[in-house]
C-alpha cells in the first residue's frame, strides 16, 4: 500500500486503539471516525484535500457525478477486526492469517505467529480475471506482481491479467470507461469460462 494515509493508519495500530475502546465496527461515516480522520489529515506529509486520491491514489477516468454517487454509498463500514488484520498486513508484509497474539495464536494455529496464507493453494483450473493499475495506491503493482508470481503456472485460458496503466483504485468501480475497459472485459472472460 503506497497511499501515506493508509500506511500511518496501519503503522499507528488504529485498529487495535478502536478495539481498545470497544468498537466493533469501523465505520468510515461515524462521527469518531470523520473526527479521527480530520486528526490524521493534519499530520505533516499527509495531504487530504482531495481525500478520494489521499486513500486511493490519484484517479484518473473520475467525474463529479460518479463521485457524488459514490460518496454516497461509500465507503462502507467494516468489522473492526479486518481493519485490524489489514494493519498487520501493511506492517509485517506479509500475508498471514489474523494475528490473535502469541498465547492465542498457540492455541488457535499452534504456533506463536500465525501462519501465511499459502497462494500456492489457489486452484490451478479456478477462473480468475486481475485487473490492476498503474496508479492504484490501496493494491500497488509490487503486490499484484507478487500474486501473479504465485500464479505462473495457472492453467493457461483460466487467467487473464489486465493492466490499465492510467487506473488508480476507485477507476475500477466508478470510473467513466471502466464500463468498456474493464466490466465488458470480465463479462467476456466469464462467458468464455462456461
Do not use: W
Amino acid at each position: 500500500m503506497t497511499t501515506a494515509l493508509g500506511v500511518i493508519t496501519a503503522r499507528s495500530f488504529i485498529g487495535e486503539i478502536s478495539t481498545m475502546f470497544g468498537l466493533a465496527e469501523f465505520n468510515p461515516s461515524s462521527e469518531r471516525v470523520s473526527n479521527f480522520v480530520k486528526a490524521l489529515c493534519a499530520q505533516p506529509g499527509i495531504n487530504c484535500f482531495d481525500f478520494l486520491t489521499a486513500v486511493t491514489g490519484k484517479n484518473c477516468c473520475l467525474n463529479a457525478s460518479t463521485i457524488d454517487f459514490f460518496l454516497k454509498n461509500e465507503p462502507q463500514p467494516t468489522s473492526t477486526k479486518n481493519f485490524v488484520h489489514l494493519g498487520q498486513t501493511v506492517r509485517d508484509g506479509m500475508i498471514r492469517k489474523f494475528d490473535y497474539g502469541t498465547n492465542k495464536n498457540l492455541a488457535h494455529y499452534g504456533e506463536a505467529k500465525p501462519p501465511e496464507y499459502n497462494l500456492g493453494n489457489i486452484p490451478r483450473d479456478l477462473p480468475l480475471f486481475i485487473s490492476y493499475g498503474g496508479q492504484d495506491a490501496l493494491s500497488d503493482s509490487k503486490d499484484v506482481e507478487t500474486l501473479l508470481d504465485h500464479l505462473k503456472f495457472h492453467d493457461v485460458g483460466k487467467l487473464h491479467v489486465q493492466y490499465v496503466k492510467e487506473f488508480a483504485h476507485a477507476d475500477f468501480i466508478i470510473g467513466t470507461t471502466a464500463k468498456d475497459i474493464v466490466f465488458n472485459k470480465i463479462v467476456t472472460f466469464f462467458k468464455n469460462q462456461q
